[in-house]
């Protein structure tokens, strides 16, 4: 392990940010060299550094690029993207390049900006601990193999934290966009919502509330990236317009797929506007083809749609609601998971915090 000040490198081509920066992190112990664009990090850098912060949008070479070619150096050292305008093009991106989080700017709030870089403090030094531990095997294999278990259990809580930063990163950046949106913001929440009550009122399992959860907190994640503008349209959509927003479930599985950790919450998110007659999208899938979590958030996700106002028609209310999932159940809707919705909608109370995402988080690590 490193004795003395974790050394921080941060390239930005704006002087007056790497200073500001610069000042912030020597502020909290911080060792810290600049850079003004990607090629001049990558002559600087070596093994000796905790963490990179990296500007997105940079002369000659942006933060990806350079990324890119600090990835092929091996030094695995946490990347933090600093940006002041983040997309879901870029988190995806981030994502697939391996990098650790986001940082705003300007610096607004120096207590989570302390916590971000002191997480990512420590994956480096389960990286170097890590690095360490092999060295030493190769010398002497019988003396570290009772060392070998409590690695493996550092390598799963690493995974684990990898999973979690991933959905916060993910979360973050799509709570961002959708404030631009009130509608959707709101349906997410409420979407979600409905998924928990009705999830623990059919008694699933806590590994399935997990899923669920985060499958209906993503599940509309596809309509962050296609222009739905014509949403907010008084009256009617055309049918072009309709071919588009169908499009929403397909890209949002897409997005969700170099997450192997979601591969149930891809299913779900990709089919939750399937019908249990076969005539749902995108791929016309019928119910025996469907699982319960699936039918859960297609239940819920159309009830929140009936009861919301939208400018071309008058929303529904419950009871009106309730009465047109039966009267759809069995050719759009799962049976049963009609009859648990409307035993349990009528006493519903707003469960949010019942089941935090550290608990979640928790839960989903007991499971494995």
Known sequence: MRKGPTKILIADDDGMVRTT???ILEMFGHHVDTACDGKEVLDQV?????VIILDINMPDMDGFETMAELNKLNYD???????????MDYAVKSINLGAYDFLTKPIEDLDIFNVKISRAIEKRMYVLQDRKYKEALEDD?????SQLEEQNKLLLTYSNSL?????????SLQNAMEEKDYYTAGHTMRVTEYAMMLGMAMGLSENEILVLRRAAQFHDIGKLVIDLSCIQKPGKLTEEEWVLIRKHP?????????LGFMEREQFIIRHHHERMDGKGYPDGLTGDQLDDLTKILIVVDSYDAMTSKRNYRKNMTMQEAVKELYSCSGTQFGADIVEYFSKSIVDFTPIKGVFT????EEIYQNSL
Do not use: C, R, W
């Open 77 to 87: 050292i946490p990347v933090l993207f600093l940006t002041g305008a983040g997309s």
């Open 357 to 360: 995402q550290e608990h979640l």
């Open 21 to 23: 920066v610069s000042n």
């Open 141 to 145: 294999i019988q003396l570290k193999a």
């Open 250 to 258: 397909s890209v949002g599985a897409n997005i969700i797929e170099p």
């Open 46 to 50: 070596d093994d000796s550094y905790d």
């Open 163 to 171: 999973e979690k930063a991933t959905v916060q990163l993910m979360s």
